[in-house]
């Protein structure tokens, strides 16, 4: 069966500092990956995707970035956090070609920028 | 661009009572509907969807939602709710880009 793992579960960081939260999907292969952002008393707002390796479409401007070094592991990442970065981050994966696209969900990582 | 909104942001209601939560969405083609569950402490997992055919839906846990196309609904019920039903609910969307928009999600706090 298919699992997707995320960590860390909760980060503080401090203004300015650097950020990699790292995703990775086990038991299938080239999954449509995705990474979303809860801030509070907001829905989920899709920040990036990516079909393939090395292929990352962004959603929104932002201070962040993704990427896709391997086919099952999708990292986001910051050089300089912002306060307003502070949220649930949560990954994705759904079945490439699949006419259903139900995307399954990590257990999320919560970042608070100090 | 799409979009939904959730009427209700939090609701309370004592155990047996009868839940029904709004989801109303903006898309002029054709969509795919879905409704996510996050139980406290737990993953956001899928509750129901509906994709085409029958629009009364029949999800997990005795829930179940009603697609009406001409109000752009998708409503989310159950007719009677437990106390373990306590979770952030999120009604969410899929038009032909292939992307997901969700709502603003709703808390549901269910007193035993």
């Known amino acids: 069966s298919q699992t997707i793992h995320q960590w860390p579960a909760t980060l503080v960081q401090p203004v300015g500092s650097p950020l990699s939260l790292e995703c990775t999907v086990e038991g299938t292969s080239n999954p449509n990956l995705y990474w979303y952002r809860q801030a509070a008393g907001r829905g989920l707002q899709l920040l990036f995707y990516?079909?393939?390796?090395?292929?990352i479409s962004s959603e929104v401007p932002q201070n962040l970035s993704a990427s896709r070094p391997q086919d099952r592991q999708f990292i986001l990442s910051s050089k300089k956090l912002l306060l307003s970065d502070s949220g649930f981050y949560l990954c994705?994966?759904?079945?490439?070609?699949?006419?259903?696209?139900?995307?399954?969900f990590g257990p999320g990582t919560r970042l608070t920028v100090l | 661009a799409q979009s939904v909104s959730q009427h209700n942001h939090h609701v309370i209601l004592s155990e047996a009572a009868s839940l029904e939560l709004g989801c109303n969405y903006s898309?002029?083609?054709?969509?795919?509907l879905f409704w996510y569950v996050q139980y406290p402490g737990q993953h956001l997992q899928l509750l129901l969807k509906y994709f085409s055919g029958d629009p009364l839906v029949k999800g997990i846990k005795g829930f179940e939602a009603e697609f009406i196309k001409s109000k752009f609904s998708f409503n989310l019920r159950k007719p009677s709710v437990q106390w373990s039903d306590t979770a952030e609910y999120f009604c969410a969307v899929m038009g032909n880009t292939g992307k997901l928009i969700f709502g603003q999600g709703t808390t549901l706090q269910v007193k035993p």
């Open positions: 898309y002029g083609g054709t969509v795919n």
């Open positions: 990516s079909v393939g390796i090395g292929q």
């Open positions: 994705a994966w759904s079945v490439q070609g699949s006419s259903y696209n139900e995307q399954f």
